[in-house]
């Protein structure tokens, strides 16, 4: 099991940016890995995945508008968030992907049990 931390959150106006951290206690460089989020009352869902190559995928209610990147030497993970709306306020949470698509709705099956995720408020 790998111990996931994610940071960065925080409250943020509608059009603001922030960016999301996530930190592996173990290597990744041979894993894809995605970020999910969880607004309150709703699933976990799925938002963006990066592949061990680099290749990435978005559901389409976050693309164009966000960046998932990796830094292997230091076992981490970012997602850039630009133009945010009110409707991407969550829980943000990253996981290593067993099975995983970067084509179409973008599909990851995480590997990990979950960190504590972090707080993203989008409000004016």
């Known amino acids: 099991q790998v111990r996931l931390v994610e940071s960065g959150g925080g409250l943020v106006q509608p059009g603001g940016s922030l960016r999301l951290s996530c930190t592996a206690s173990?290597?990744?460089?041979?894993?894809?890995m995605g970020w999910y989020r969880q607004a309150p009352g709703k699933q976990r869902e799925l938002v963006a995945v990066?592949?061990?190559?680099?290749?990435?995928g978005y559901v389409d209610s976050v693309k164009g508008r966000f960046t998932i990147s990796r830094d292997n030497a230091k076992n981490m993970v970012f997602l850039q968030m630009n133009s945010l709306k009110p409707e991407d306020t969550a829980v943000y949470y990253c996981n290593r992907g067993k099975t995983y698509s970067v084509y179409g709705p973008p599909t990851l099956e995480p590997l990990d049990a979950w960190g504590q995720g972090t707080l993203v408020t989008v409000s004016s």
């Open positions: 173990r290597r990744i460089v041979m894993y894809a």
């Open positions: 990066i592949s061990s190559g680099r290749s990435t």
